[in-house]
T-cell receptor
Framework: DSGVTQTPKHLITATGQRVTLRCSPRSGDLSVYWYQQSLDQGLQFLIQ???????AKGNILERFSAQQFPDLHSELNLSSLELGDSALYFC????????????????FGPGTRLTVL | QKEVEQDPGPLSVPEGAIVSLNCTYS??????FMWYRQYSRKGPELLMY????GNKEDGRFTAQVDKSSKYISLFIRDSQPSDSATYLC????????????FGKGNQVVVIP
């Protein structure tokens, strides 16, 4: 168990709808990262927040948005959903800003499986 | 061309065999190299971490980085059925760009 929690585990919705995915980082971690994993694209970085502020942006669509709250949990909002948005969405957390060093690595949650019908 | 290429083909090996996985990359700015292991229906977990070029060994696992060839490898010796998982390579630049670029992953099945 990585210590990162994500809810819900599964989400089934229809095209055009909006959903919210939630992530609670490990205790003491200030950075939260969101990733999308699909069979054709693999694991793609979406966005990073550090202590409530957006710090890095990847291939995140304009229909998607995220935020990190004062208690450090984060939410990823996906709107106007399309069939192609069906994927596994992972949240990861790290102690500091880097998340890419031997002393500050990313720990992944179990993911939310989103199915858009 | 994707930044990180990993042939996503599945790999089946008998128990005790050596598993060899590799990735190539195009961005010479990458300095941190990682291998993640992902069990079915779980999130990725960090398995090996290497900074710049060289080898790193941890038990039955060896990670190699050849920056001149832009090529990284993971070797698993004496493979066990519990090693059956998907292995993803990942890498990143230093100095503030925190994005991890992942390969597509290799599904490894170790047959008892």
């Amino acid at each position: 168990d990585s210590g990162v929690t994500q809810t819900p585990k599964h989400l089934i919705t229809a095209t055009g709808q909006r959903v919210t995915l939630r992530c609670s980082p490990r205790s003491g971690d200030l950075s939260v990262y969101w990733y999308q994993q699909s069979l054709d694209q693999g694991l793609q970085f979406l966005i990073q927040y550090y202590n409530g502020e957006e710090r890095a942006k990847g291939n995140i669509l304009e229909r998607f948005s995220a935020q990190q709250f004062p208690d450090l949990h984060s939410e990823l909002n996906l709107s106007s959903l399309e069939l192609g948005d069906s994927a596994l969405y992972f949240c990861a957390s790290s102690r500091g800003l880097a998340g890419t060093t031997s002393t500050d690595t990313q720990y992944f949650g179990p993911g939310t499986r989103l199915t858009v019908l | 061309q994707k930044e990180v290429e990993q042939d996503p083909g599945p790999l089946s090996v008998p128990e005790g065999a050596i598993v060899s996985l590799n990735c190539t990359y195009s961005n010479s700015a990458f300095q941190y190299f990682m291998w993640y292991r992902q069990y079915s229906r779980k999130g990725p977990e960090l398995l090996m971490y290497t900074y710049s070029s060289g080898n790193k060994e941890d038990g039955r696992f060896t990670a190699q980085v050849d920056k001149s060839s832009k090529y990284i490898s993971l070797f698993i010796r004496d493979s066990q059925p519990s090693d059956s998982a998907t292995y993803l390579c990942a890498m990143s630049r230093p100095y503030g760009n925190n994005r991890l670029a992942f390969g597509k992953g290799n599904q490894v099945v170790v047959i008892p």
